[in-house]
T-cell receptor, first 114, second 114 residues
Framework: DQQVKQNSPSLSVQEGRISILNCDYT??????FLWYKKYPAEGPTFLIS?????DKNEDGRFTVFLNKSAKHLSLHIVPSQPGDSAVYFC?????????????FGKGTLLTVNP | NAGVTQTPKFRVLKTGQSMTLLCAQD?????MYWYRQDPGMGLRLIHY???????AKGEVPDGYNVSRLKKQNFLLGLESAAPSQTSVYFC?????????????FGPGTRLTVL
């Protein structure tokens, strides 16, 4: 049973346009969400996060939106750059006894075309 | 700071052979994790540790053992390798009190079992 779902395996956008990556979750205990970026042959690197007490968090070109009622979050990249081409993983965690564990989605491959 | 390092970077094993993957972190983190990444499967947690001398099973622990004898090191062992264990293995660490449990990843070990 997949608790974190990224339903789009891939996304292709033009340089300068907006990239929107989506993530859905099923576990209502999740209260912290993270996005990781991964280049080939490298480990994932943390990009941005959001707590369930917020509905938006912004860091430069990256903004994450959280819709708790829909159990949905999205990552917006504006403007998109060729260097943003990577696999993006959505991850979630729950406070409490297991708050040190992250549950990851399967990832979305973003390609930004020059 | 080197962050999280993994040894070796690549390894080829024959079925039935054993090996140990080493993870080291210099950030004084309490928590450490081992994941495997397979095509189309995202990151799946194998084992984790919440402190020196403690370990626990993750999502896919079968066929693996771990040890955390020192706070900075987390070892992943394969006693009798199988082709199904061909994967890329990532180690990660995180700290108590980060709130959202941002995990820092190593560069990965690519293991092939023939």
């Amino acid at each position: 049973d997949q608790q974190v779902k990224q339903n789009s395996p891939s996304l292709s956008v033009q340089e300068g346009r907006i990239s929107i990556l989506n993530c859905d979750y099923t576990n209502s205990m999740f209260d912290y969400f993270l996005w990781y970026k991964k280049y080939p042959a490298e480990g994932p690197t943390f990009l941005i996060s959001i707590s369930s007490i917020k509905d938006k968090n912004e860091d430069g070109r990256f903004t994450v939106f959280l819709n708790k009622s829909a159990k949905h979050l999205s990552l917006h990249i504006v403007p998109s750059q060729p260097g943003d081409s990577a696999v993006y993983f959505c991850a979630a965690s729950a406070s409490g006894g297991s708050n040190y564990k992250l549950t990851f989605g399967k990832g979305t491959l973003l390609t930004v075309n020059p | 700071n080197a962050g999280v390092t993994q040894t070796p970077k690549f390894r080829v094993l024959k079925t039935g052979q054993s090996m140990t993957l080493l993870c080291a972190q210099d950030m004084n983190h309490e928590y450490m994790y081992w994941y495997r990444q397979d095509p189309g499967m995202g990151l799946r947690l194998i084992h984790y540790s919440v402190g020196e001398g403690t370990t626990a099973k993750g999502e896919v622990p079968d066929g693996y053992n771990v040890s955390r004898l020192k706070k900075q090191n987390f070892l992943l062992g394969l006693e009798s390798a199988a082709p199904s264990q061909t994967s890329v293995y990532f180690c990660a660490s995180s700290s108590i009190g980060t709130g959202g449990n941002e995990q820092f990843f190593g560069p990965g070990t690519r293991l092939t079992v023939l």
